[in-house]
Nanobody, 121 residues
């Protein structure tokens, strides 16, 4: 079974930075990895995704220019560097593994348990 282990969440002030990590274990071939988030009372939304090679990335408009997704295939790990955090970024952040570099959460096959990011004003 594929397992995703997330870390790096926490409680920070507006303007601070956090770096989320998600390490995947199991058998993998060519796969994309992505980040999604879900705020209280909201639906899960796309944040960023990256192709297996790292050549292709997509970002939600709300985080573009502030967040950077990257991956280290030797470690089966994806990262999300979050800068200039805002209170609206407060959510549970989930990493996911999928076959293609897509924005829809329905296209991802495996999910982590999530890590809480809380940003105070």
């Amino acid at each position: 079974q594929v397992q995703l282990e997330e870390s790096g969440g926490g409680l920070v002030q507006a303007g601070d930075s956090l770096r989320l990590s998600c390490a995947a274990s199991g058998r993998f071939g060519v796969y994309a990895m992505g980040w999604f988030r879900q705020a209280p009372g909201k639906e899960r939304e796309f944040v960023a995704t990256i192709s297996w090679s790292g050549d292709t990335t997509f970002y939600a408009d709300s985080v573009k220019g502030r967040f950077t997704i990257s991956r280290d295939n030797s470690k089966n790990t994806v990262y999300l560097q979050m800068n200039s955090l805002k209170p609206d970024d407060t959510a549970v952040y989930y990493c996911a593994v999928g076959r293609l570099t897509l924005r829809s959460p329905s296209q991802y096959d495996y999910w982590g348990q999530g890590t809480q990011v809380s940003v105070s004003s």
